[in-house]
């Protein structure tokens, strides 16, 4: 059973910075476009960022342009999510997600891992 499993949450200062990782097992990792997204129960679910399958495209939400950065390892079956300038606004349950596609064009993602956290405090 290919599962995504994320890393690299917690607890961090306004201002400060994380990088999340996220590890592909017993799926194919390198032909799919591969995106964050993050979870609150006052929001619910948002887009953070995607990637095509050998990292040519990007996509961002507004809210990080700038902040956040996506990126990928296709030979460690590793995906990456490096935030910046992090702000309380950012506190929520990360995760990421395999599209059904190469491309970052189509809304269908389905493999998800099972998220990891990160609290951005003021």
């Known amino acids: 059973q290919g599962q995504l499993v994320e890393s690299g949450g917690g607890l961090v200062q306004a201002g400060g910075s994380l990088r999340l990782a996220c590890v592909a097992s017993?799926?194919?990792?390198?032909?799919?476009?591969m995106g964050w997204f993050r979870q609150t129960s006052k929001k619910g679910r948002e887009f953070v960022a995607a990637?095509?399958?050998?990292?040519?495209?990007?996509d961002y939400a507004d809210s990080v342009k700038g902040r956040f950065t996506i990126s990928r390892d296709n030979t460690k079956n590793t995906l990456y999510l490096q935030m910046t300038s992090l702000n309380p606004e950012d506190t929520a349950v990360y995760y990421c997600?395999?599209?059904?596609?190469?491309?970052?064009?189509?809304?269908?993602?389905?493999?998800w891992g099972q998220g990891t956290t990160v609290t951005v405090s003021s």
């Open positions: 017993g799926l194919q990792f390198s032909a799919y476009a």
């Open positions: 990637i095509t399958w050998n990292g040519g495209t990007t």
């Open positions: 997600a395999r599209n059904a596609y190469a491309g970052i064009n189509t809304d269908r993602w389905n493999y």
